[in-house]
């Protein structure tokens, strides 16, 4: 199983960036899928989340209105757009997969992880 995440890099305050997961040799469809992220001397955090057929969708509180989150079951992806970023949500961010319809904010329960990719965002 192999989870791929893209799409970080250095953005000003107020802008935002496109984050892709791309899932393989896993039957996508089958799994909830979550992003988390994780800011240097902090643990890893619930970012948003989405069942496994895209119907429910959760945030954190600290990104509502500004994320989304969505996925794609015929490409095997999710995408989370960002928008209004600040510097607080400067973090290394992980895609996860979590077998079954439902999603949790947990990361203890999530199966497998992407290796995460950086979002620097520059105030």
């Known amino acids: 199983v192999q989870l791929q995440a893209s799409g970080g890099g250095l953005v000003q305050a107020g802008g935002s960036l496109r984050l892709s997961c791309a899932a393989s040799?896993?039957?996508?469809?089958?799994?909830?899928m979550a992003w988390f992220r994780q800011a240097p001397g902090k643990d890893r955090e619930f970012v948003a989340a989405?069942?496994?057929?895209?119907?429910?969708?959760g945030y954190a509180d600290s990104v509502n209105g500004r994320f989304t989150i969505s996925r794609d079951n015929d490409k095997n992806t999710m995408t989370l757009q960002m928008n209004s970023l600040k510097p607080k949500d400067t973090a290394v961010y992980y895609c996860?997969?979590?077998?079954?319809?439902?999603?949790?904010?947990?990361?203890?329960?999530?199966?497998?992880w992407g290796q995460g990719t950086l979002v620097t965002v520059s105030s």
């Open positions: 040799e896993l039957t996508f469809n089958r799994y909830a």
């Open positions: 996860a997969a979590k077998y079954g319809m439902s999603w949790y904010g947990k990361p203890s329960l999530y199966d497998y």
């Open positions: 989405t069942t496994r057929t895209g119907d429910s969708t």
